[in-house]
């Protein structure tokens, strides 16, 4: 890939004796994009020579042509970035990441052995990783019994370590035993210290899991509709909470303002959950036609995780592989299926949002995950709408994120080549803003 010479021009703020007074608290920010080629709402056409004007890390308009940020003072920051060589589009949204680990050889001793400060520093580098390659805003959902992602959302919030927005679900809501319930295989006392706030059985237990994680400071509620390869059961894949749970399990969300995205492989959780009010689908891999009905009745959305079946069908092929007999068993089963099923459910009709479930694979290799929805059949833009105006919509932030418009948060990356003739374009991104604020530049 040809890598372009920096042209990021700083102009100081040049203070002028009538406006040293005011200066201080009406100085602004502007970051000015001089974009070759802009997309900037996916799904609708590129254009060509146009510049984006953010203040304050918003935008504020798009204008024909390179021009400057006109209306600013003398006093404010003016930042130009040119990427008169470059495509520009919105901020990717990774809809499904776990920030506070990465699957590898040690990782159930990891769990017994890291702190909570080790969680934190561990997810910092995970967060920077994804920024650095081009998502703005992930959904982390499932961060085990840590409230380090609490602290890290926060933290990002803040400026004080890079990383994406993050939107952060907690702890998984898991039946006693299920999925989301990660202390199998441990000994008793060592259980009851990896225990989770999320795992629940009956409806009222179910609630209260709920709510406890909205205390903890949950932006959304996830939950294990059904079993799942990684965990370490051989319970099959199948439906795990009863009906009247999961529909305690959203309505206690819907109630307290929060959305409920579930975990489902097996067909008959992915109809239960979605009769139950569900807002979004993670994984799908039996979905039927009447799931799909379901999911067009609603107007949930699935992602589909293409990456993670990929990865856990590669380690399972390994003969020397880290997964215990029921993960490999049950990554050979589902793997191969998940092609299938989000080509289907695409054909469909059903609304699909891009997610990966980094943490299974790397972090920072999220966009590996546009290829495989591009071999299922979508196009590069519907590929790339569903990182973008799809995935803020699945998140219920499509007033603020998903495209590059007036009003939304200056979240927006290029690359060199063009993504909608090549996908992988997107696999190396050469620039990253969030917020106006430039994270990298080539
Ligand atoms: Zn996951």
């Not at 024909?64 to 940020?69: L, S």
């Not at 999961?246 to 239960?272: E, L, P």
Request: with cysteine; hydrophobic share 45%.
């Amino acid at each position: 890939m040809k890598r372009l010479r920096r042209l990021a021009t700083t102009v100081a703020a040049s203070l002028t004796a009538s406006s040293l007074a005011a200066s201080a608290a009406s100085a602004a920010d502007y970051a000015v994009i001089h974009a070759g080629r802009l997309l900037a709402e996916p799904g609708r056409a590129v254009m060509e020579n146009k510049t984006v004007i953010i203040k304050d890390g918003v935008i504020e308009r798009i204008a024909d042509g390179f021009v400057g940020a006109e209306d600013a003072s003398p006093d404010d920051a003016v930042t130009v970035h040119d990427l008169k060589d470059m495509f520009v589009m919105p901020g990717l949204i990774d809809g499904h990441v776990h920030l506070l680990s990465e699957n590898n050889p040690k990782g159930r001793l990891q769990r017994v052995e890291m702190s909570e400060g080790d969680l934190a520093i561990a997810g910092a580098r995970h967060a920077r990783r994804t920024l650095m390659a081009g998502f703005t805003t992930v959904r982390d959902v499932g961060a085990g019994s840590s409230d380090a992602i609490f602290a890290l959302r926060d933290g990002v919030a803040r400026g004080d370590v890079p990383g994406p927005r993050i939107f952060a679900s907690g702890s998984t809501i898991s039946v006693t035993g299920g999925h989301g319930d990660g202390t199998q295989g441990y000994r008793d006392d060592v259980a009851e210290l990896l225990h989770q706030s999320g795992v629940c059985d009956g409806v009222g237990d179910c609630r209260r899991a709920v709510r406890e994680q909205v205390r903890r400071g949950a932006d959304h509620i996830k939950l294990t509709a059904t079993a799942g390869v990684l965990s370490n059961t051989a319970a099959g894949l199948e439906q795990q909470f009863f009906e009247d749970e999961m529909k305690a399990i959203m309505d206690a969300a819907h109630a307290m303002g929060r959305k409920a995205t579930a975990h489902a492989h097996g067909v008959n959780g992915i109809n239960a959950a979605l009769r139950a009010g569900v807002d979004s689908i993670e994984h799908g891999t039996y979905l039927d036609n009447e799931s799909i009905r379901l999911f067009k009745r609603n107007g949930a959305y699935l992602v589909p995780t293409l990456l993670a079946g990929a990865t856990v069908v590669e380690w399972a092929q390994d003969p020397e592989t880290f997964l215990l007999p029921p993960q490999r068993a049950k990554a050979l089963q589902v793997g191969p299926l998940m092609h299938e099923m989000a080509k289907r459910a695409h054909e469909g009709g059903v609304k699909i949002a891009f997610g990966t479930d980094s943490g299974v694979s790397k972090h920072g290799e999220n966009a590996r995950e546009f290829a495989l929805l591009v071999e299922a059949g979508m196009t590069p833009m519907e590929a790339i709408r569903s990182a973008t105006v799809m995935g803020a919509a699945n998140l219920g932030q499509s007033d603020v994120l998903g495209a590059i418009a007036p009003g939304k948060f200056g979240d927006l990356i290029a690359v060199s080549g063009d993504p909608l003739a090549d996908i992988t374009e997107l696999e190396n991104v050469d620039f990253v803003m969030k917020a106006g604020r430039a994270y990298k530049t080539w």
